[in-house]
């Protein structure tokens, strides 16, 4: 058990008054390239990243379910019952535990559940891209399960946790997030296909490492252009007769403007799409060879792509990529997760690193004081699973 463990051991024996029975853990997700592909059917190149959310919990024999985060200091537990619908919070202090209720909600749906109390903690940072929400999901789902005695497979608990926030959250996200957190595999991206849902793992390669950077710009999914633009996406599909945007061409999107089927702004999102499905493709080809630096080239362009055509950057995400850019050592770097804020992830060699991470830092203040951009450098984690208690 390490030091966060024993803490939220700690935090649970002192609030609850009794010693916890289980843990799990579910990770944050760095997208390597396929950003906007997955709720088109599309492929994505995600891994895991070594930051989590940990719920330790002990059932209950009634069908209250208690649940406090350190994350939330000094608030006391949220208590909610398993019978019947599970009300949303009712203050903005409270919300935190709408993915908690949320993920009990539908997966109470699914399987018989028995009351518990929960303490969880997250070092994944919130609101910036790195699918904190979904691991705080993937990971109540596995303590409910937990504290019920039943299992699940992994596909299936991403695919309950993505529900709980379509349907409870009211965020319309793909399927991304949630399977990357349940299904990773340690010390291998994997290239995601979100219509077969197959994953299929490939280390990254030898000499480089994963950096993320963190704009410090947080922009909540609910309000932003994300329902837009999978809107948008949905309407180009229905234009060029398929069901999602994975079957179409850059051929037939030309076909479609010409024919008055797609206005400019429709083209340009899903011309984006389609690329961006190849590049991820072509990526995942460059992780089997080994190739870095092609792999950073085709990063490059989908950051461009999600710059200029499906628009969703912003000043802060172009600044740190060109920054990126600008230093020795940089093979590729873009923008990942939804985008309007959130971070970038490059790909650095190794032996640059320490100065790429020091000389990224001070020159996005310069032009950004008041921000503050964390860095983390992160080896590709495995998904979730149960966490060791004893000591
Ligand atoms: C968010 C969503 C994902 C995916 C990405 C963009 O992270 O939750 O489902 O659409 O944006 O690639």
């Known amino acids: 058990m390490d030091q966060r ?7 649970f024996r002192a609030t609850y008054q009794t010693e916890p029975t289980a843990a799990v853990r579910a990770p944050g997700r760095v997208n390597l390239i396929g950003e906007h592909t997955d709720y088109n059917d599309g492929f994505c190149l995600p891994m895991a990243i070594e930051r989590d959310v940990r719920v330790v919990l002990r059932p209950r024999s009634d069908a209250t379910v208690r649940v406090f985060s350190l994350q939330e200091p000094g608030r006391p537990p949220v208590a909610f ?72 497979d992994p596909v299936v608990i991403a695919k309950l946790a993505q529900r709980a926030e379509n349907s409870y959250v009211g965020t ?32 990254l390669p030898a000499g480089v ?13 609910v309000d932003s252009a994300y329902n837009e633009r999978r809107a948008q996406c949905e309407a180009g ?52 060879a080994g190739d870095a630096e092609a792999l950073g080239q085709l990063m490059d362009q989908s950051h461009a792509d999600l710059r200029d055509r499906f628009e ?5 995400l172009d600044d740190l990529v060109a920054i990126a850019r600008s230093l020795p050592g940089c093979l590729g770097s873009r923008m990942t ?9 490059s790909l650095v060699s190794l032996p640059a690193v320490a100065g790429f991470t020091a000389s990224l830092g001070l020159k ?25 208690l004893a000591p």
């Not at 319309?172 to 299904?183: H, P, R, V």
């Not at 997760?337 to 992830?345: E, M, S």
């Open 312 to 316: 969703v950057t912003c000043p802060e």
């Open 364 to 388: 996005y203040r310069q032009l950004h004081p008041a921000m503050t951009p964390a860095i983390y450098v992160t080896g590709a984690a495995a998904g979730a699973g149960p966490l060791p």
């Open 209 to 221: 490492a994963v950096v993320i950077a963190d704009t410090g710009k947080r922009r909540g999914l």
């Open 81 to 152: 019952t398993l019978d019947g619908a599970i009300p949303k919070a009712v203050t903005p202090a409270d919300r935190w535990a709408d993915y908690v209720k949320g993920s009990a909600q539908v997966l109470g749906g699914t399987v018989a559940l028995r009351g518990c109390d929960l303490a969880l903690t997250g070092d994944v940072p919130l609101g910036s891209g790195l699918s904190s929400s979904a691991a705080l999901e993937v990971a109540t789902i596995r303590a409910l399960l937990a504290a019920a005695g039943l299992s699940l």
């Open 5 to 11: 463990t024993r803490d939220l051991v700690a935090a």
């Open 337 to 345: 997760g939804a985008g309007f804020g959130g971070c970038t992830v």
């Open 172 to 203: 319309n996200c793909g399927i991304l997030d949630q399977l990357s957190s349940s299904c990773a595999t340690l010390g291998q991206a994997m290239l995601m296909d979100c219509r077969s849902l197959a994953l299929t793992p490939a280390p």
């Open 237 to 288: 599909a229905k234009a060029l007769g398929v069901s999602h945007l994975r079957d179409a061409t850059l051929h037939g999107l030309w076909q479609a403007a010409k024919a008055g089927r797609l206005d400019a702004l429709a083209l340009a999102r899903c011309q984006h799409v389609v690329a961006e499905n190849g590049r991820t493709q072509a990526a995942f080809a460059c992780l089997r």
